[in-house]
């Protein structure tokens, strides 16, 4: 995101909410009282402070835009969709949960069947709530699809440890599982924990977040698959600022930007390497996915073009 504002003239300032919408709020408070009044806005609504924080931007005409969709049930209701009740919130940028979870189901049963097994699937989910529900609803549908059964999900808060203890168990209870879905890439390490010395199967296992760690274990052939690329959302989020500071008329016409994540298993993972080997970021021309500069309506953005942009030079004019 840094990269992003620098190759396009805007005066990037980040403050630091601690994960804590109270701290959030009195950290943009006291930004909003000692500087000039910012241009744009982007943040993450924490639950229980989205209504305070949005109301506080609108109150000093900041144009804003959230990142993710953290806001759900009673809250979400409250805040309503952009341009509703608050006129100065421009949209959501998000990945695609749902789509994200279809991915990882995807890959992993590829894998099986390309290794000739029969697919026992369970799922380790993160907590209770929307984003890691959205994911296993993916990979439910998906298996629906493929008329293949998911024996339990189960949630483990996250967490490698808990999530090594939950498959473990799972294990026990569904001896012929084979295939373990996890909802993020550090509880994938803890299912691999889980099945560490088992030389009775292969196990197919996969997570999601593109965690270093876990691109080293696809590498040596130890986890299946991982799903990632959410790290790019506050740059996707400044370079639409930027087309709307410039008149495109994006925001006018659209309340949020769905972006896909990207899939990394063995057949690929050498593909990725430019990605992982980047030091610095301003390699990428991150202009060249401005709608100004190209003909189409919708923001292509993915890392398929990124990889194909790499070589090209940035221009731009001034915001804060």
Same mark, same amino acid.
């Given at each position: 995101m840094q990269v992003a504002a620098k190759q396009n003239n805007v005066s990037l300032t980040t403050i630091y909410g601690g994960g804590n919408r109270h701290i959030q709020l009195a950290e943009l408070k006291q930004y909003l009282q000692y500087n000039p009044k910012p241009d744009y806005a982007i943040l993450i609504n924490y639950p229980g402070g989205a209504e305070q924080s949005m109301s506080l931007l609108e109150q000093h005409k900041v144009n804003f835009i959230t990142l993710e969709e953290t806001i759900v049930g009673v809250e979400r209701d409250e805040v309503g969709k952009p341009r509703q009740r608050f006129k100065y919130w421009l949209g959501e940028v998000f990945h695609d949960n749902f789509k994200a979870g279809e991915q990882l189901g995807k890959a992993l049963l590829n894998e099986a069947i390309n290794a000739k097994q029969t697919p026992h699937f369970v799922a380790i989910n993160g907590h209770y709530g929307t984003e890691s529900d959205t994911r296993s609803d993916g990979l439910? =549908?998906? #298996?629906? *699809? &493929?008329? !293949? @059964?998911? @024996? &339990?999900v189960v949630y483990a808060s996250w967490n490698k440890q808990e999530a090594e +203890? *939950?498959?473990?168990?799972?294990? &026990?209870?569904y001896p012929d599982t084979n295939v373990i879905w996890c909802a993020s890439d550090l509880m994938a390490q803890g299912a691999l924990e889980a099945v560490k010395g088992k030389k009775d199967k292969a196990y197919f296992i996969g997570g999601i977040d593109w965690l270093d760690d876990n691109l080293d274990l696809i590498e040596q052939q130890k986890l299946t698959a991982s799903v990632g690329g959410h790290f790019m959302m506050g740059?996707?989020? #400044?370079?639409? !600022?930027?087309? =709307? =500071? +410039?008149? +495109? $008329?994006?925001? &006018?016409?659209?309340?949020?930007?769905?972006? %896909?994540?990207?899939?990394?298993? *063995? =057949?690929n993972i050498q593909s990725y390497s430019? #990605?992982?080997?980047?030091?610095?970021?301003? !390699?990428? $021309?991150?202009?060249?996915?401005? #709608? %100004? +500069?190209? *003909?189409?309506?919708e923001y292509a953005f993915d890392f398929d073009t990124l990889h194909s942009l790499l070589s090209e030079k940035p221009k731009n004019t001034a915001l804060h």
């Open positions: 439910v =549908h998906y #298996l629906r *699809k &493929q008329d !293949v @059964e998911l @024996e &339990q +203890n *939950k498959v473990s168990r799972l294990l &026990q209870r740059a996707w989020a #400044l370079i639409s !600022v930027v087309d =709307h =500071h +410039n008149g +495109n $008329p994006y925001w &006018q016409n659209h309340d949020a930007i769905k972006f %896909q994540l990207g899939v990394i298993t *063995k =057949h430019w #990605l992982r080997n980047i030091q610095d970021w301003s !390699v990428i $021309p991150f202009e060249t996915f401005l #709608l %100004q +500069n190209s *003909k189409s309506t």
